[in-house]
């Protein structure tokens, strides 16, 4: 997602800028992080996602 949205990509890259360590939380902190207070809070296209467990 990241690689084709630059608006993903900034704001991951802002995250870890300001401390967000993506491998060494467990992935709750992560989903929580990266997506309920990262990407779900931007104005971006529809996208479809498989998650397979």
């Known amino acids: ?19 967000m360590r993506f491998d060494k939380d467990n992935e709750r902190t992560i989903w929580h992080a990266l997506f309920l207070r990262g990407i779900f809070q931007m104005a971006i296209p529809e996208q479809y996602w498989v998650i397979d467990r």
């Open 1 to 19: 997602m990241a690689c084709t949205n630059t608006q993903v990509r900034d704001t991951l890259l802002e995250m870890q800028k300001d401390g």
